[in-house]
C-alpha cells in the first residue's frame, strides 16, 4: 500500500511504550513500514503520530527525546494515522516513513495515550547499524500495550 492512499484512509491519532529492538528478523517487511497488532480479545483502534524529527535520540529523565535538524517533506514531520485492529489481527503499512531520521512517535490506543507511554523514537534505518526496522504497536491480551522497533533484512527504500 502506497502512503498516500494509507494516510487519506485512516485517521488521526497517538501512541507508546517500552522500547528496543526485537531479536526477531522479519525479512519481507520493508524498513520504514509500520504494523499494529491485536493479541487481545476486543477489537482496538491503534494510532501513531510523529511528534518531532532530527538526527539523534537522546533518552532525557523525561523519556525519550530527538535533536538536530533535518529537512524531511513536511507529510513526514506531521504524519498521523489509525485504524481498527480485530482480535488476533496484524495490519501492515509498508513504507509509511520515507526518511532515514529519527522520528519521535506517539501511539494510542482507543484514543488514549497508554500509560506505558510517552514519545518514543524510531529510525528505520539507524546510522551506524548493520539492520532496518520496522515500528510495531501491540496491544496483549491483558490490554496492555508496548512498542517494538523490529529489525528486517528488507531495506527497502534505504540501500546502504
Known sequence: MNR????TS???LGVSCLAGCSQFRNGDIPAGSLQ????SDLPHTVGISVVDVGTESETTADGYSVSGDVTVPPKQRTLTAST???PGETKTFENVFTES???LTEFTIDGTTPDTGGPVPYNPSP???QYYAIIMGVVYTSG???YV???TDNAGDFKR
Open 10 to 12: 485512516l485517521g488521526t
Open 144 to 146: 496492555e500495550f508496548s
Open 84 to 86: 481498527s485492529v480485530a
Open 149 to 151: 522497533n523490529r529489525s
Open 127 to 129: 546510522p551506524g547499524r
Open 36 to 39: 499494529f497488532e491485536n493479541r
Open 101 to 103: 531520521v529519527y522520528y
Open 4 to 7: 498516500r492512499p494509507f494516510l
